[in-house]
Each structure stands twice: as C-alpha cells, then as structure tokens.
C-alpha cells in the first residue's frame, strides 16, 4: 500500500538516486567482503586444524584477510557518508520550497496555517526527513540484497544449510512486513504518546506565570506526572505487544543459527546422511556458521531504522499539507505599473472571505477610494474592516467582483508593482533585526542619512533615540526588542514617512498607542499625507476630523457612507 | 560535563529500573557472545571428531550438552532483548515524566522578565526538544557505555581463560581504537554540534520574526533578501551536520578496522599457539568467533558520544534557563500573608536594567482598602511594570512597596499571589475544557457560579451556543475562541479568583464599543469588597472609579 506521502518521499529522493545508490552499493560491497573474510578465516581454521598445515603455509589466507579490512571498513564508512550527504540534499531543496513557500503565503495564509506551525514544519519536520534518506532507504535495498547474496553462498556449499537459513526465515519480505508492522505500531504507541506530552507540557509551560499567579503551580505538576503515567501505562499496553514481532525476528535469527549449528555438528560427525551433510568439511561447516548471523543482520538494522521512516512519513504529510495550502493572495501574472500617482481605488460587487467554507467575511461591496482623499472606515470589530485593507494590499484574493487600482484589475499588475507604490500601517509594528535606521531605510533603500533623519523627525523617532547612546543607530534586537510598542510604531511611521507613497492603507494605526505617539502619528498623517489616497480603518474617526469620507461596515456589508 | 552529571543524579533516582534495564543488555550481549563462542567450538569439536570417525578412530564426543548450550544461548539472547527493551521503555517513560516535573518546577521559580524572553520566538518549542534529547542520555550514551566496558572487560578475560596472549593482542586493539575513536569523536563532535544547535536557534528567530513580520516585507520588498539569509543559516548548519558525518564515518571506519584487525590478530596469534600445542583446535574456533563478538559490541560507542556532545548543548541550556538565582527570593523568615489589600508605594524607583531611564522614579502611591483607581498612561512608561512590582515578579530599585501593611520583601511569593488577581496584558489559556479553564482560579467553583461570571463577561450567549457548553473543549491557548472571546474568558477567569486586590492590565483590549461597554459595567458585581488598580490607555473608557491617575516620565500626577 503506497500513501501520497510515501510517493511524496520517493519523489523527492529523485535528485540524489545518484548518491543513494552509490550507498547501496557501497553496503553490498561490504557484505561482499564480510563473506569473503569469512571464507578466508574458515580456510585457515580449516587449514590449520584439518590439513595440519603451518601458520607460514596460511600467509596468503592471512594477507587476503588482511587485505579486506580497510576495503571492507571503508565501504561501510562510505555508505554512511553518502546517504548522509543524499539526506542533507533533500533537506536543503524541501527547505527551500517550504520557505518560498510560506513567504507566498503572505500575511492572511501564514494567520491561517500559525506560525508556530509554519515554523515547527520549516525546521523540526524537515529535520525529521534525514533519517529516512540517510539509513532508511539505502538499507531498505541492502535488506534484500545481503541476506540473498549470502544465501546464494550458503546454497552453494551446503544446500540444506541454505534451507535450513531459509526455513528459518521462510521468506524476507514476510518479515519485512511483520518488521513494518511491528515498528509502526511502536511507533503509533511510544512516539504519539510523547509527542502528545511534549503538546500538553508545551501548553502548560506558555502559560506557567498564570498557573503559578492562580496557585495552580503544584497541581500542575501533578497533573504532568499522572499524565505521563496514563501515557505510560497505555504504550506500554502497545508495546509489549509490538516489541514481539522484532522479539520474533530475533528468535528465528538466533534458532536459526543454533539449528545451522547443530545441523553442521552432526554433519560433521557423520551422523547425519541426508543430502549434502556427508560432504560438509571444517571449512564449509565454519564458513556457513560465519555467514549465518549476516543473513539476519541487515533486518534487523532495518527495524532499527524504521522509526526514520515513521518519522519521515509524519513529517511528510505535515510538509505536504503546508506546500498544498493555495495562497490567499491575489496572482499576479500581470506587467502593468501603477502610474505613481495617488490612485483610485475601487471595488465593485466584490464578495471575499477567508477559507472556502466559511461564510464571506465581506459581501457585495461597492466603494470608491478616491485619489488624494482620506477615507474611514469604522464598524464594530468584526466587520470586515481588516478584510477590506487586505483586499485593497492584494493579500487576500476576492471571490467574487473586482478590485481596481485606476481602472485596471489588481491581478493584471505586475509582482511587487503595487506594493512598491504602498505605505502600510498595522496595530502592530514589525521590526527587523539591525538599527533603528536601518528600519527607517526599508521603506526607502536608496535613501541619504539625511533623509532617514528628516523622516525619523517627522515621525517623532528622535524623541526617544536621542536619549539612546548610539542614536539611529541602535541596534534592536531580534523582532525590534528593545523599544516599546509606541516607540516602534513610530519607527514604523517613519518608515512609511520615507517612503511617501501615493497610497496609505492603515488599519487601526493609533488603537494601542499612547496619547504622545497618537498625537504624533495623526500630526504626521494630517500635515504630510492629506494629498495621498489615505484609507484607514478606525474605531476612533473623532481622531481624524480633516476625514474627507467615511464608509460604515456592519456585518460584512456596507451600512452607510457620508462624507466630511 | 557539570550539566551531564546534574542530569544524570537525576536518571539516577530510578536506578532500580536502569540497574535492571543495564543487566538485561548485559544478558543480551553475553547471550550473543556464548552463541557464537559455543558454536566455533562446537562444530570444530565436531568435524575433527567426525575425521578420526571416519578414519576409523574411536572417540565419544557429548554432543548433548553443547547441543543444549547452543539451544540456550539462542532463546536467552532473544528473551533478553525483549526483556530489556521493554524494561528500558518503561525507564525512559518514568525519566521523561521525571525530566518534565523537573523543568516546571525549575521555572516555576523563574521571574517574570525571563519568562517572558523564553516564550518570544517560540524558544519554548525549541526548550521541549532539549527536555526529548535528554532521554537519549541515559538510554543511548550511558548504557551503552557501560555494557561495551563490562562486555569487553569480561570477553578479553574470558579469551585469557584459554589464550592470554590472544587476549593481550585482542585487547589492546579494541581497547585503544575503542577509547581513541570515542573520545575523538566526542571532542571533535563539540564544536559542530555547537554549530549545530546555534545555526538551529538563529534560524528558529529569523523565521519566526519575519514570518510575523510578512506583510512588512512584502511591501517593502524585502522577502528575497530575507529568504536568502534564511538559506544561508540552512547552508550553514547543513555544513556543521555535514562534518559531524564525517567524524562518524571516520569512527564508523577505526571501529570496523579495529574489529577486524583483533579477528586478524587472534587468528594470526592463535594459529601461532595451535601449533605450539598450547591450545586445542575447537578452542581456536571459540576464540575466533568469540572475537567477532566482542568488536560487534563496541560499534555503536562512537555514534553514542556523538551524541553525548549534542546532548551536552542541550543540558548546557537547560541549566541556564534554569539556573541562576532568581530576581526576586522569598525571604528567609516570611512575615503572616497580609489581611487586607491596601497598597502602598514608598518612593519606589524602578528601571529593567541599569544604564536605562528609569521606569519609575521616586514614586509615591496609596490605595485604600475597596479604593477602585485606574492608571493611564503612554505605553512604555511603566505601567505593567507596576503591576510586576506589586506581583513582586520584579523587585523595586530603590523604595518599599506594602501590601496590608506588610513590606512585600518580607511576603512569600505565594502569599502575594493567593492576596492578588491579576489580568496580564497577554491573554493566557490552556488546553482543557471552558470549564477547567476558570476553575483554575477557583476549583470549588459551582455552575452557576461560572454561568454568572460568563455573563458579566458577555460570554454567556457564546459558550450557550457551543456544542458542550461549558465542557467544550479548548485546544491550546484556547484555539477556537477569537481574541475577543479569550481575552473576555481571560477576564472572567480572574474575576473568580477570591482574591481581596485585583490588578486589571487592558482588560478591554481588543473589544469593540458595546461589548466594552456592557462588560465595564458589570465588572462592579465583582469587585464589592475589593481593591481594584486598573491600567488603561483611554480615559473615556473605564469603568465607575474613585480616582484615576496618569504615569508619566516615571511620576504619577492626578487627574
């Protein structure tokens, strides 16, 4: 039975068939040599104590073993090597495609999918896919390879020998599959059961200060203790059971090799007279003794990989269910530019939502924005606000109707057109590891030190960073720490400041704004951005009383428009 | 090596299980070993009896006992191996369970300030996986350890029972590549397993920062940029994993020689003592094969202290998080909880860190028993840092602060917390049910009790309509409400708690109007009898007070 994610693994494995095939190849070189020492070292027992011959008579014996060790050693060293390098490949490309991926997705698909999960896929799933291409797959082939080219050895000294192996082990594939099973199922119990600790450990720890404030802290504790205890017993209940069946491999395998044992024994003693027995020397009986534990070890590391596969096929699904997560942004196929100048923007009939089965969070819109004018939007939350400035940003697709900059159909223009020619506002400023500056000049690349610091001014950044040693330049760290909430915005401001672009979107830019940063913000918007095509959604229109318009929402629909 | 042994006292309490879990490997090893050594005999035994049968030479050989020895050997190796993987799990689940309590109860004492820089960035996801590798250590590099040195100690000693110089030969090879190979590994392994770990966490911030940050980088078009720093990280850490697999293939390559070359060196050495007489023919064939067994067993060694150097970054981290004293200690000898919740502030300076503004500067403040104040204020400038200070998560700088009367320094945490309900700004809830989630606050807690709560709260109609009504159950951080309805359950939750000071951080955020309004107004049902500090941005939205007071540059002023 082939899953989707089985096909998804063996597709992307397509790249690297080079190398995992040289891993193959390097562990069935190995095996190769194992036997051939193997048959060395009964030619010399069987020369010393048979033939009664010299240890000076055995130096070819003796060299020839000799000679195998670095061959066989770096064989076995080589096949690690090359699957490893196979995995890391894989790795990379996946990596890739899931980061291109995720950054299509743009804001609307990322609030979907979380992104703790995004994250967690990007790393810990894609790291979850090495074992598989690394030891899973390159011995996958070898646990057929070795044990039958081992046989085909065996068969040929000693056919009843072979059968007897094979009696043992009446078929490979059968115990393959009874390996699967019995590792799917440890891995079913041992590593979902942790996997849902680890989840409800997580969950207890984001949230350890309240449990800790509301006195919860040793019932907690308890709770995880008792929980991992249920957890326990029930996979304990699973595995005792799925541990048989590898309990079994290694009973056939160990019977196995005692039966060859006792078989070549009383063969050599002359007690047995069936089949081949009578011909059986010291050589051919210590040589197949030897070889007996190879035909069972391959599977036996087989099993031990098999949670690679588990793995891999966990990571697989979460992996591709991500990649087949479609973007909610608008396509844009187009070469069209906008004109640069402050533009129209309209929309007819347009119905939009998020998710195909929920119901539209917008429905049948008819607006103009237009150019150089500032229009609220106000409404409870929840109305379709947000919506509405997503739809305008492109990063959210409509399902009905037409969005149009200055006529012309949003998707008709060209990737990263539009946006060039936005300034963007949210609740919530995002900043970027480097300087304060350097978050200013995202908005404008090219611009001079001098323009950074007007903006900066203007957007009331110098208020605070001249209290700062390094000024501008002060580096913040990772997601803008450092700062507060006000003070971020305001670099954010000043970024759209520098920028000064035709079209403004801002979605509540002033809700958790302290009145100075408020007082700045709507200074700046009133002062430098009233000729723009301004469109900001407010709970607070009172702030912003040079409005020229305002749209009211209420429940996804239009309810009223007025203007001044 | 310090963090190592600190995890292992720990592993060590469930010595009873890793003692029974390490003598069944050893049973397993020493199975395999008889198995193969028995057979060599064996069957030399055999043929040369067989050759003097057939020249027509009278000779018995038991071929009972060894038969049954065999027999043994085979169903003990495999009775073992599945007695000790069992055992072994049963191990690891009660050293997980251990490991976990463990690490609550180590941040359990943590301050607020380094809580709160743990759970950014998702480091918590990245803190759990350190927890799963530290189960490897026991399991994966300890045992395994142990069983290679008993198992070659009482292997090279068996081999000297017939053949001392074989043994000599025999463990001096394994021995030394054995101990040069790991300890190499392990060395070698440090540096890019650190790699390793930090390309992991560096790339864990970059993505979780710029994912947040994706509708900036859209519009400013810096997505490529930001990819290809992403990749570069990836290349990075693909190069550290890379030469962590080229150390292991080198040990994978010594081991594998070693092994064969001490088979090599018994036959050479062997052959040598057979036809000196010193030993008989079937014992050859044991030694030989015994051999083989015992290079089997020190294989894995190398990849196990491969692992003990990532394992080492990972309890290395571990015991930062967790060590350390924290900022604020329950002090020595605890005066009673306090009895009512008047709050005072005696010139009470504070600033995160020093070099910075202060936060508060010599700020006075007084709040009587049942007195209901709001302190506005632009954000940044202390407001919730007040509230941590009153929590006592944090400690002033300079000046007191007084809870019933009782300088805080001298309350136990745990008493401050039972005195005090505090909405954070953050809205935290758990998986379990709505039901579980306020009884937190308040476990004896009826139904109606919550019913009437949730409709203060403007909840009730809501969790009415669900499908299991109180019992609907919330996945984590309460996924299935909106901000709106967990920031509102969030406010119910600490409205329940039977605590004589409430402290309200933003408890409206995120409402619109007429939701806001309603819940205001009913907040006054539950604060009767209680002090109430209430931080808030806007003036004209709060709730009936006795006094409103303002925060600015460090200093409050009355309005």
């Given at each position: ?95 890739k495609n899931l980061a291109d991926h995720l950054m299509t997705l743009g804001p609307v698909g990322l609030a979907a999918v979380?992104t703790?999960?995004a994250?967690?896929?990007l ?199 991500l990649l087949?997560t479609p973007s909610p942004a608008v396509p844009r196929h187009g070469r069209a530019h906008p004109s640069g100048k402050a533009p129209t923007i309209t929309l007819t009939a347009v119905t939009a939502g998020y998710g195909a089965?929920?119901?539209p969070a917008l429905q049948d819109i008819f607006i103009t924005f237009p150019a150089g004018r500032t229009t609220l939007i106000t409404g409870p939350s929840g109305s379709g606000k947000s919506t509405l400035l997503l739809l305008i940003l492109g990063m959210l697709d409509h399902r009905q109707g037409e969005v149009l900059v200055d006529g012309r159909p949003l998707r008709d223009l060209a990737a990263g057109s539009l946006e060039a020619t936005i300034g963007w506002l949210g609740q919530t400023p995002r900043l970027l590891p480097g300087t304060v500056a350097d978050n200013i000049r995202l908005g404008r690349p090219t611009a001079s030190a001098e323009d950074v610091e007007t903006a900066a001014a203007n957007a009331g950044v110098l208020r605070f960073t001249d209290?700062l040693?390094d000024g501008l330049d002060t580096p913040l760290g990772e997601r803008g720490s450092g700062i507060s909430g006000g003070e971020a915005q305001r670099v954010a401001l000043a970024r759209v400041l520098l920028r000064d672009p035709p079209l403004l979107v801002l979605d509540e830019p002033t809700a958790s704004l302290d009145p100075e940063s408020r007082r700045i913000l709507l200074d700046a918007l009133e002062r430098q951005c009233r000729d723009r095509t301004l469109i900001i959604a407010t709970h607070q229109p009172a702030q912003m009383p040079w409005a020229d318009h305002h749209v009211e929402l209420k429940g996804g629909r239009i309810r009223g428009t007025g203007d001044g | ?204 911030e970059r993505a979780v920062g710029d994912l947040q940050a994706i509708a900036e980088l859209r519009i400013y078009g810096a997505m490529e940029e930001r990819l290809n720093a992403w990749m570069d990280i ?145 954000s ?180």
């Amino acid at each position: 039975m082939v899953t989707t994610d089985q096909r998804w693994l063996a597709v992307q494995a397509g790249p690297v068939r080079g190398l995992l095939v040289v891993a193959s190849l390097a562990g069935l070189f190995a095996a190769w040599i194992t036997i051939a020492q193997a048959g060395f070292l009964a030619a010399i027992v069987h020369g010393l104590l048979v033939d009664d011959l010299q240890r000076q008579q055995l130096l070819l014996w003796f060299s020839l073993l000799l000679a195998g060790i670095p061959l066989r050693s770096l064989c076995i060293a080589a096949k690690d090597y090359a699957g490893l390098r196979a995995a890391l490949q894989v790795r990379g490309v996946v990596r890739k495609n899931l980061a291109d991926h995720l950054m299509t997705l743009g804001p609307v698909g990322l609030a979907a999918v979380g992104t703790g999960r995004a994250t967690s896929t990007l790393l810990e799933q894609v790291d979850a896919l090495e074992g598989y291409y690394a030891r899973f797959l390159p011995q996958m082939r070898l646990a057929i390879l070795i044990p039958l080219s081992v046989l085909a050895v065996v068969f040929w000294l000693d056919w009843l020998a072979a059968l007897l192996l094979l009696f043992a082990a009446p078929l490979i594939p059968l115990f393959m599959a009874l390996v699967g099973m019995g590792a799917a199922s440890v891995h079913r119990g041992q590593f979902l059961a942790l996997e849902r600790l680890s989840a409800f450990f997580l969950d207890r720890l984001q949230g350890l200060e309240t449990l800790r404030h509301l006195g919860r802290g040793e019932d907690t504790i308890h709770a995880l203790a008792t929980n991992a205890d249920h957890y326990r017993r029930r996979t304990m209940a699973v595995l005792r059971v799925a541990f048989l069946s590898s309990a079994v491999l290694e009973f056939f395998s160990s019977v196995a090799i005692a039966m060859t044992a006792i078989y070549i024994g009383l063969g050599l003693l002359g007690y047995l007279t069936l089949g081949p027995a009578e011909q059986l020397t010291l050589f051919s009986g210590l040589f197949i003794l030897l070889l007996a534990p190879e035909v069972f070890a391959p599977l036996r590391e087989l099993a031990q990989h098999y949670h690679d596969r588990a793995a891999a096929l966990g990571a697989a699904a979460g992996i591709r269910e991500l990649l087949g997560t479609p973007s909610p942004a608008v396509p844009r196929h187009g070469r069209a530019h906008p004109s640069g100048k402050a533009p129209t923007i309209t929309l007819t009939a347009v119905t939009a939502g998020y998710g195909a089965d929920t119901a539209p969070a917008l429905q049948d819109i008819f607006i103009t924005f237009p150019a150089g004018r500032t229009t609220l939007i106000t409404g409870p939350s929840g109305s379709g606000k947000s919506t509405l400035l997503l739809l305008i940003l492109g990063m959210l697709d409509h399902r009905q109707g037409e969005v149009l900059v200055d006529g012309r159909p949003l998707r008709d223009l060209a990737a990263g057109s539009l946006e060039a020619t936005i300034g963007w506002l949210g609740q919530t400023p995002r900043l970027l590891p480097g300087t304060v500056a350097d978050n200013i000049r995202l908005g404008r690349p090219t611009a001079s030190a001098e323009d950074v610091e007007t903006a900066a001014a203007n957007a009331g950044v110098l208020r605070f960073t001249d209290a700062l040693p390094d000024g501008l330049d002060t580096p913040l760290g990772e997601r803008g720490s450092g700062i507060s909430g006000g003070e971020a915005q305001r670099v954010a401001l000043a970024r759209v400041l520098l920028r000064d672009p035709p079209l403004l979107v801002l979605d509540e830019p002033t809700a958790s704004l302290d009145p100075e940063s408020r007082r700045i913000l709507l200074d700046a918007l009133e002062r430098q951005c009233r000729d723009r095509t301004l469109i900001i959604a407010t709970h607070q229109p009172a702030q912003m009383p040079w409005a020229d318009h305002h749209v009211e929402l209420k429940g996804g629909r239009i309810r009223g428009t007025g203007d001044g | 090596m310090a963090d190592l042994w600190y995890f292992l006292r720990l592993y060590l309490r469930r010595w009873p299980w890793l003692l029974a879990g390490t003598a069944l490997m050893l049973t397993t090893v020493a199975a395999n070993f008889g198995l193969l050594a028995l057979s060599g005999w064996f069957i030399a035994a055999t043929g040369l009896a067989g050759l003097l049968l057939a020249a027509g030479g009278a000779m018995t050989l038991d071929i009972y006992r060894p038969g049954a020895g065999i027999r043994f050997f085979a169903v003990g190796r495999a009775v073992a191996r599945y007695g000790e993987r069992l055992v072994n799990h049963e191990a690891v689940f009660r050293m997980l369970a251990d490991l976990r309590v463990w690490f609550f109860r180590a941040l359990l004492v943590l301050d607020a300030g380094r809580l709160a820089a743990l759970r950014d960035g998702e480091l918590l996801n990245r803190i759990t996986a350190d927890v799963d590798a530290m189960d490897h250590l026991f399991l994966r590099v300890v045992g395994p350890t142990l069983v290679a040195i008993i198992g070659l100690l009482a292997g090279v000693g068996f081999v000297a029972l017939w053949a001392p110089d074989v043994a000599l030969w025999v463990g001096l090879i394994l021995i030394i590549t054995a101990l040069f190979t790991t300890l190499a590994t392990g060395v070698r392994g440090i540096m890019p397993a650190r790699r390793l770990a930090e390309t992991a966490s560096l790339l864990r911030e970059r993505a979780v920062g710029d994912l947040q940050a994706i509708a900036e980088l859209r519009i400013y078009g810096a997505m490529e940029e930001r990819l290809n720093a992403w990749m570069d990280i990836d290349r990075q850490q693909a190069h550290a994993r890379l030469k962590l697999g080229r150390q292991a293939a080198f040990a994978t390559f010594a081991m594998s020689a070693s092994g064969q070359l001490a088979l090599w060196a018994a036959a050479f050495t062997g052959a040598g003592l057979y036809a000196g007489g010193r030993i008989s023919g079937p014992v050859l064939a044991m030694l030989l094969l015994a051999v083989l067994a015992l290079a089997e067993l020190l294989a894995p060694l190398p990849s196990a202290w491969q692992l003990l150097a990532r394992v080492r970054w990972s309890a290395a981290r571990l015991r930062a998080l967790t060590g350390g004293s924290p900022a604020v200690a329950d002090p020595e000898q605890p005066e009673p909880p306090p009895r009512d919740a008047r709050v005072e502030l005696a010139n009470v300076s504070f600033r995160h860190r020093t070099g910075q503004p202060w936060c508060l500067q010599d700020v006075d403040l007084s709040v009587r028993v049942e007195e209901r104040i709001a302190i506005l204020g632009p954000s940044g400038t202390g407001k919730s840092s007040l509230l941590s200070l009153l929590l006592r998560q944090r400690a002033p700088d300079r000046g007191a602060i007084r809870l019933g009367g009782v300088d805080l320094r001298h309350l136990r945490r745990e008493d401050v917390d039972t005195a005090i309900s505090h909405l954070p700004q953050r809205t935290v809830l758990f998986s379990g049910t709505v039901a579980d989630n306020l009884r937190l606050a308040c476990p004896d807690a009826d139904d109606p009790r919550l019913w009437n709560v949730l409709q203060s709260v403007a909840l009730d109609a809501f969790v009415e309509s669900l499908p299991d009504g109180l019992d609907t159950w919330l996945g984590q951080h309460g996924a299935g409400l909106s901000g709106g309805q967990a920031r509102r359950l969030a406010l119910a939750r600490t409205l329940l708690k039977p605590a004589p000071l409430v402290l309200l951080d933003e408890p409206t955020e995120g409402l619109d109007r007429a939701t806001e309004k309603r819940v205001l107004t009913e907040l006054d049902r539950w604060l009767v009898g209680r002090t109430l500090i209430l931080i808030a941005h806007d003036r004209d939205r709060l709730p009936p007070l006795d006094r409103v007071l303002r925060l600015e540059d460090g200093r409050f002023r009355r309005i």
